[in-house]
């Protein structure tokens, strides 16, 4: 891995300066001196400075050197485009400096798509400075990078590959939108630069083409078997949607739902896409009755009345449930009992744990 060297350049273009404030005077690092400074020569936009690299290198850092006290002309937003060719230049950084006097190391943009990008060229464009109305200052500067020749060389012969396919995938896609079939097939045929993915070019023919909505759909669940939404779903904002479920049944009569209650569990058998609702508390007393929900269907069913009465856990609130979906079975576990009720001193506190099987 190449170690990052101090990348060497000239400035050789800018805006304006004032009086003496030249642009060359951001290669000196002198910051008890306060003349040892490029100042624009007013503050309206664009002000600028074009900066050549010697030699054309990969810049990975820039450093601003800073006076040695606060200043009103220092930069509080700036952006800086680099390029090969300085009537096309990329955006590396949009950011700002502090109005202190430590110096600041920046990183900037030096990889698209995966590839490195070289520079010849690096543009300087400040846009406020720390008290409105000031004009800008910059009083030193200092870039670090790659400056190795054959990596660079390497890096710009990729970095034109690159953009040469990208303009062919534009090109691509233009013939693509305009139904030009034969002409799209001969380009991508002849270049070998593939437009997207393939199942990407599937879905674009069963949708645009065929209007096959069945194939589309097969090729949507097969991209998302594969894992193609995962970072679209990991950046996406969070929208919580809620949807009151009922039973689908013309009759809303009370005995084809659980009752209002509190204090009851629930547990989700995940391979059969089935809720239980067991126990819980109406405002008088402990429920005994048993539910499960088809949640692919919405329908209630109800297990159990009473499961006291068919040796299972005696009515009750605030227990504990949970399901074991390999061997099918749920567990629930104790249950609340106040500790000074006169059934609570009788029989003690009980931490019965039951269970039951689905499948039986």
Known sequence: MEQDEEVGYEVVEWSSFSGSYHPH?????????????????????????????CPCSIVKTIIFGKYHKVHVCNLKEFKIFGGMRKDHMRLLLHSGLQNDDTPEALPLKY????????????????????????????????LRGITGADRVRKSQREFEKACEENATRLCLKHLRQLNFMAAFDDVQQRSGVRIEHPLLSQLHAALVRDGDFDEAERILSQAAREGFFEEYIANADVEVHWRCILPHSSDRHISHVPSMRGGHQMVVNEADNVLYIFGGWDGEHDLGDFW?????????????????????????????MCFDGKRKRLYALSRYKDADGGEAREQGLRGDLHCYHVEE
């Open 292 to 320: 499960e929900c088809n949640l692919d269907t919405e329908q209630f069913r109800c297990i159990s009345t009473s499961t006291s009465a068919e040796g299972g856990p005696s009515p009750r609130s605030c227990h504990k």
């Open 25 to 53: 005077n951001i290669q000196s690092n002198t910051p008890s001196d306060q003349t040892s400074r490029w100042s624009s020569g007013t503050n309206a936009t664009p002000q600028y400075l074009l900066l050549k690299l």
């Open 111 to 142: 990889e698209f798509d995966g590839t490195l990008f070289p520079c010849r060229y690096l543009k300087i464009v400040p846009l406020a400075t720390w008290k409105a109305h000031f004009n800008y200052s910059i009083w030193y500067v200092a």
